[in-house]
């Protein structure tokens, strides 16, 4: 059955800072997220993201276990579900974040936004001529079908178990730049030192 986003969640946007923006630093308090992390093409590092010090009453804004958040401007509208990290994650710029009601699991609803017949829908949702944009009241009305808990929960497991085998993918890539690079390094000292 389709049921209105905005029935079987809610959302708001990232915190935007008209005056001030926080300061970056190595002891800010909290982690921020970008869209530029989300549209990186690699797995997402939580512990890699910027540390910003962002003032004691924003930290309501900050990324609870279970949300899930979308780009809400640029070309790619990609979700992914914050399943926790050490430190504060807070959500910066044209975000917007979702969070499920208990009839919906996360990780389906993030499965059902990437699939290639919603990102469609999305598209066809989007508003602006040269810089696109998702903007809340859209992601509201998007129709998400929600089988039973028992089917999300099926659905979940396998689109956590492809992930895991991309992120896999991604550090085996990794792990052969880095070895190719060392050799690489290698043959030109070697050759430096017959020449």
Partial sequence: MNHPLGTIAKVHTALVFRDQAPSEGADGNVRALAIRDLVAGKPLRWHELPRLHVQERHLVHCLQR?????????????????????????????????????QLDARYLVWHLNEPSTQKRISLLLTGTTIKALTKAALLSLEVEVPSMSKQSQIAELDQTTQEIVAIRHRLNEIDRTETAHVTRQALRSGATHA
């Fill in 66 to 102: 279970g949300d899930v958040v979308i780009p809400s401007r640029g070309d790619y509208y990609r979700a992914w579900l914050f399943e926790g990290a050490n430190d504060p994650i807070f959500p910066v710029g044209q975000l917007n974040v979702i969070r499920p009601k208990p």
